[in-house]
């Protein structure tokens, strides 16, 4: 399997339709790896600017995203021979009376861009005379920002232009000529991949299935309109839910892993000699003092230096954990605290030693006393999951974000996902409440 790197919505090359990335980049890059006699392709879809960092650290095995040669990214990555043409257009508002032609009218204008593109790239060179420029994790919401009144043009590729005019009340106003050209990239010095796909790439050029490609995604109307699956966001439900699993998958492994370490921790800082006390005190303060996104880059791109790749689900999951456990020992050792450390004398003098007493007097009492204080670690958890988007993981949040690509909907579709979050946490919340009553040590702890 060859991995790609890819970056949605960058439509007609890459999209998401019916819960599964597709695109003529996608298509393209198959039928190449194919014909390069790989068995097929995964694909990972991320933030654009994450993907020659992917790539490089060897998360991914090739970039196929529009993405244009310059020469900056080939000191970075390997691109294969070009592809595609484009330049650059300019989005403005339908009917808003501003039809700029070129980059000198947009001067002391508020221009949206796609972070790391070259869209980007050609506002921040005229940057002295262009207003603010805002940039935008993918073109849908910076298109989302101009017609929303926060942006007064929007600078995306040329190709892509008439995905975004036919569906949103936008139209391009000039094109600006850039002379971009699209390739596939391979990690630097990887040759012997650059040559499989660049001798697959000529031959399928050269072959009827390239056209075949060209009319499915140039000219057949409806791919270029997807949003005429269907408006209704209650159609994507199953879509979304899909998304949900990967949110509770994320949650169960994060709270459990943290759960480990933070029993641990909490073992060490109550019940072990002051010098490894202290030892674990630093590191549930480091663990609680990195950003849960810092603490995923560094799980998801620096552990490849050392040798050590993680899938993106499995670096999300563990990057939770670490997070969750420097909290959940928090939990665990002010409750185990507030036992009191008779009860530990007492199970030390009938014969115990320091863990049997931590395991068989301390922790069943903490667990116990720790369900209020727990359950609002589980709904910080379930909440952060979104965070994995970053790496690329489909969660329910991402997966919203291509619905939204989709329908257009991003009212309905966000209020579906918060009640979706809401009554996943309040369920949750409901049942540890029930079993802390049930539970209830009479005698110790508050609450009902
Ligand atoms: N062609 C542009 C670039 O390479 C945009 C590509 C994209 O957003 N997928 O920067």
């Known amino acids: 399997m060859l991995v790609v790197g890819t970056n949605t919505p960058f439509p007609p090359f890459e999209y998401v339709a019916n819960g599964t990335v597709t695109g003529f980049d996608i298509d393209a890059i198959n039928a190449i790896a194919i014909k390069a006699g790989y068995d097929g392709i995964t694909v990972n879809d991320m933030p654009f600017d994450s993907l020659i960092l992917a790539l490089q650290e060897g998360q991914i095995d ?51 861009v796609q972070t790391g593109t070259t869209g980007a790239y050609l506002a921040e060179e005229d940057n002295a005379s262009l207003g603010p420029i805002k940039d935008h994790d993918t073109f849908l919401y910076a298109v989302l920002d101009l017609v929303n009144g926060r942006v007064d043009a929007v600078l995306v590729d040329s190709p892509v232009a008439p995905a975004f005019t036919s569906q949103y009340p936008v139209v391009a106003s000039a094109t600006i000529r850039t002379g971009e050209q699209y390739g596939f990239a391979v990690r630097k010095g990887n040759t ?57 998958l994320l949650t169960a492994g994060g709270l459990l892993l943290g759960c480990g370490i933070g029993i641990s921790l909490a073992f060490a800082e109550t019940c072990l000699p002051k010098a490894i006390r202290d030892l674990s005190a630093a590191v549930d303060q480091v663990l609680r003092g990195i950003p849960l996104i810092v603490m995923f880059f560094l799980l998801y791109f620096s552990l490849p230096q050392v040798g050590i790749t993680l899938a993106p689900g499995l670096a999300a999951a563990i990057g939770l954990g670490l997070r969750s456990g420097g909290y959940q020992s928090q939990i665990f050792r002010s409750t185990i605290e507030s036992i009191g450390t008779e009860q530990t004398e007492a199970a030390l003098s009938i014969g115990m030693n320091t863990f049997e007493a931590y395991r068989h007097v301390l922790l069943p009492q903490a667990l116990r006393l720790s369900i209020p204080a727990w359950s609002n670690e589980f709904t910080i958890v379930l909440k952060d999951t979104s965070l994995a988007y970053a790496l690329g993981v489909t969660e329910l949040l991402k997966e919203a974000a291509n619905i939204v690509a989709l329908t257009l909907q991003p009212l309905g579709v966000y209020l579906i996902v918060a009640a979706i979050y809401f009554v996943a946490s309040t369920g949750i919340n409901r049942t540890m409440n029930m079993l802390y009553v049930r539970w209830k040590i009479p005698g110790l702890g508050g609450g009902t």
């Open 62 to 112: 090739v970039i196929a995203s529009g993405m244009t040669i310059t020469p900056a990214r080939q000191q970075q990555v390997d691109f294969t021979l070009p592809y595609w043409e484009a330049d650059q257009t300019i989005l403005v508002r339908k009917g808003g009376g501003f039809n700029p032609q070129d980059m000198t009218d947009l001067a002391g204008k508020t221009i949206g």
């Open 192 to 248: 012997v991949l650059l040559n499989a796909l660049n001798s697959a790439l000529r031959k399928f050029k050269g072959s009827p299935d390239w056209d075949v490609l060209l009319t499915k995604y140039f000219n057949d109307q409806q791919s270029m309109n997807q949003n005429q699956q269907g408006l209704d966001p209650l159609q994507y439900v199953p879509y979304l839910l899909t998304g949900f699993y990967y949110t509770a």
